[in-house]
Structures are given as structure tokens and as C-alpha cells.
């Protein structure tokens, strides 16, 4: 499958008081067409920075390195003229909460058509595009409600609008950070089909941001599992699920609840995530590693193909032979 | 909106009254009696009370203050007891010198504060930010009046470029204009950048630039309409200051408007001016927190919704 977007060892490290802050380290991963990534992880494990550094909307205060390859194009060189023209055309993004994704005092039609009126200058077309686009985000009532203010609807609502706001521009990637974390489960339920649908419709690629593995099951073709900056694991969803290797993934899988024979509690992990100020030595995942052996101390794993698709970075021997 | 206006306009009338009582009030609670005060202690009682009965301070006090009311609504506000003429007519001529002199300074404020401030949030921290927060740092802790003669000094003295006093041209005004609005584009400045600096980490400025708008688009669409709400409500509330005028300033440079009134009418215990002047404010204080707050229900829908009661 052709690829869409790369990532070529992007680090990013954040300009704290006491040095840099390294949120993501050495990262790489493609998502190719029509394909379903997700990324996976603990809070504050670097996942969200990952997107909002594709999207190049960091806040400034941080130092980026590496690639990001976007369509044969490194997005890190382009210049805000040129990136202006890749956001909401190549590459959507819609967020978390989408209870303050959308500005107040614009009614939120309007927050669409803004969006669609930069390829399309009828204000006639513009409207009947967003009309259709709120009917395909399965908004009910759709001439109405884009006249309704953000206040006046409800989250998943909210983020049906956002959704229709990003794909009204047709991109070929969307980035989608917990898009359902804010929402009930119905609602994320709802959200999530549209997703799907939008995929198999319109052929975007989506880069799916969560911690919930129940979402990654439900829509994901391939998963990264992200630990500390670092991809730990990666490989198709299957994979993921039924034969987890890494000790991290595996700890991430024994501690989902399943309907299961075995009664008891859930299993836990113990610490924390580290936060980790300049120079690291070895694997980041080893101070919680029951498998840890002395090199993980010492030296950085590489993320390696494991089998044919399915890459793991460990040193563990017996982690990657055992079994 | 309409329901939520006349309910607000009514509650603006209640105060109005309730003001004026305290302001009527307020007068004949001050020691001395202003007919004592302009008359020598060689005239004759009957005469004193002649007079009295002239300025009607003879009556009871409901009685003064109804006549009082009533001829405030016929444009009288009554004879200064110093110079003898009417108080409206001095009103006539003083209200427009001091719109002209704090309107102008104010919109200064605004043209020039505004866009500093949201530079200075939108570039936070880099040098030009520092450097234009740490100026009106300076002029927010400068004394308007210090400033006056500042530059009165360098521009009326030394530089002979403008005129010292007065406020017959265009030009007379640029002094004290400056003076006034150096310190208030400093506070403009720094509250547009605290307000601009929170909106720009809302998440909707996120979208706005994710679905590909320009920066520029950004900034003004959905920085600023959002941070401007509370900026012009504030404004709007610094309305009443603009009457009361710069009153140091106005002394400073000779020019007749209200602040010098004010201030002269309390010394003199001219308390028809000073009736006059605590009034005028007083409903402009209530006039423009009413428009305030229709403005920011015109602005802001989420406050439209709450102020006619949920339903729309």
C-alpha cells in the first residue's frame, strides 16, 4: 500500500526549566491510504504531541527534530504559507473536548462554511455543502441546526460538527485526538461508525489518538503502542490483541477488564510514567519492566521486525523467543 | 433581548432616583450654609433670608427636592450661588470640551492599546512583547499630571512645536490628549493582552488554524471578536470618567471642562453645580453599565440565551 505519511525519527523535547523535556524520542511509523492507525498509550506518554506536531501546531516552546513526510513533502521545512495550504485541505484534525472546540460567538454552521469558503467562494454552494455535510454527519434537522450557536447543541453534536467541519475539505489524512473521550457511550459509539464510514467512503486515512483499547478493537487496522515517547510495539490489530509481545503491551492487555472465567481483580502496573530531562540511558520502559535484564538499563532498544508486520523494541531475549 | 432591555432600562431608572436622593441628600448634610458663604456678616438677617427664599432653600427638603427634579427635567439646573448664572448653560459649554478632550484620548487608547496588546500576546515573550510591556509598565506608574508637564517642557518649552494652553485648534489637544492616553494605552494594552493570551489557548483557535486558515484570519476572526467583547464592555464602563473628565489635566492646561467645574464648585460649595455634575455622572454611570451589558448580550450568544431566560 502506498504510504501517506511518515514519521522519520521525530524527537521532540520540551523547553522546561530544567532542561528539555523529551515527550517523543526517535519515532517512526507510516500510515498508508484508507488505513485506520492508532495510536495507543498512557496519559502524557507523547501521543497528543505527535499529532499536534503532523498538524505543526505545537506552541512554540519546544525544539522538533527529525522528519515528517507527508506525500513525498517533510512538513518540518515547509513554511507557514505553504503549511497553511496542507491543514484542513491534506490533513484534518479534530480534538478531545469538543465542548470548546468551537468558537462561542459563531454560530456553527458558519465555523463550516468558513472552512469550505476557502476553495469555494458561492455563497449559495457554500451553504448547501454544509447542509450536506451535516446530513452525512447524521445531524438531525440539519437546515436548522446550522444556525444553531455551539452552546446550543450537545458534545457529540459538537463533534458530529467537527467532523463535518474537517471533512468538508475532503482530506486525505485526519487526525483524530480521543475524539470520544469527552462523550458517553452511546454517543462514542455513534461517533465512532462515522468515523468508519468516513473512511470507507471518502478513503481518508485516519490517525486515531486514544488510551481506549475498546476504540483501537472497534476501528483500528494497525496499532502503535506508545510508552514514554517511544513506540514500544507496533503491528496490526490483530496481532495487537491476540499475541501482544512487548511486556508493556502485554501489562497494557492484562489489565482490561474481559469477560472471562477467572474471577478476581484487575491486574495493575506499578509506578509511573518517567519524565525524562535530557540524557536517557537504556529502555525508558525498564524501571516497570518485570522482564528488565541489566542492558535495559544501559542501552536503547531498537524498534525491529519481530515477525513479517509486527515490530517490537525490546532486549529481553526471552521476551521476543520465549513462549 | 427586547424584555431583558426594558427590564434592564427600568432597573436603570429606579437607580437614577435612588441616586438622586442620595445626591440631593448628600448636600445639606455638608457643614455651612451656602447663603452664609457668599454673603458678608454685615447683612442684615431679613436680607439673608430674602435670599434664601430665592434659591428656595427656605422650603422643606421633600418640597427642594421635587421643585428640584422637575426643573432638572426642564434643562434647569438651577443658578451657581457663585457666579450667578445659569448652571445648564455652564454645563452647555463644558460638556462638549471635555467629550472632545477624553473622547479623542480615549479613542486613542483604544486605536493604539488594541492592536499593541495583541501583537505583544501573539509574539509573547519575544522582544518586541518585553519591550512594549515593560514601556507601559512605566506610563501605567507615571502620574498623568508628571506627565503633562513633561511634555509640556520638551514640546511647549524646549521644542516650541506645540501650544502650552487653551483649546481652540486641533493643536491645542494633541498635549493633553497624549497625557491622558499614555497611561490609559498602558492599561488598555496590558488588559488586551491578558485577554488575547487566554483566548489563543482555547482549543477553538486550535480549530480554526486546523481547518487551514491563515494566520491573519485567525487573529481577527477569532482572537480578537472573542477578546474585544470584554474589552469594549470595559470601555463602555470607563464611560463615566470621560464626563467627570481628567480633572488635573484640564486644571494643567486651562481648559474649561467639566473636572475643573467639579472641583471648583466643591470649594466654593456652589452645591447646584455640584448637584448638577454628581448627577450627570451618576446617570451616565448607570446609562453606560446598562449599555454594557446589552452589548456583551449583543456580542457574546451564550449571554444572549441567559438573559432572555434560557429559551430563544
Redesign the interface.
Known sequence: MEKLLELRDLSINYLVKDGALSAVHQLNFDIHRGEIFALVGESGCGKSTVA?SI?R?LQGNEVVDGEIVFQGEDLLSLD??KM??????HI??I?Q?PL??????YTSGS?VA??IS?DEKDKNVILEKVIKLYESVRIPDATERVKS?P??LSGGMRQRV?IA??L??NPQLLIADEPTTALDVTVEAQILKLLRELRDDFGSAILLITHNFGIVAELADRVGIMYAGELMELADVEEIFHCPVHPYSKALMASLPRITKEQGRLKTLEGTVPRIIGEFQGCRFSNRCEHAIEECFQRKPELLEWRPGHFVQCLNKEVLHGD | MLAYTIRRLLQGILLIIAVSILVFSMLHLMPGDPVELITDRKVPPDVKAEMKRQFGLDLPLYQQYLRWVKNIFRGDFGISIRSKTPVASTFRHRIPVTLKLTGTALLVEFLVGVPLGLWAAYKKDSRFDRAVISTSLLFAALPSFWVAVMLIMIFGVHLKLLPLSGFSSAKHYVLPVLSIALGGIAGMLRMTKSEVLDVLN???V??????????RTVLV??VL??SI?LILVMMFLSLPWIISGAVIIENIFVIPGMGGLLTQAIINQDMFVVQGCVLIISILTVLSNILADLLIAA????IR?SMSGGG?
Do not use: C, W
Request: charge should be positive; glycine fraction near 6%; aromatic fraction near 12%.
Open positions: 499536534f498538524m501546531l507557514e504559507a497553511e495550504k496542507i491543514r484542513g485541505k484534518g484534525m480534538f473536548n470548546d472546540s468551537l468558537n462561542p460567538v465555523q468558513e472552512a476557502l450557536y452552546h446550543e467537527m467541519m474537517m468538508s475539505r | 482555547e482549543r477553538f486550535f480549530t480554526a488554524y486546523a481547518k487551514g486558515l491563515d494566520k476572526k477569532h471578536y472573542n467583547i456580542l457574546d450568544p451564550r440565551v430563544n
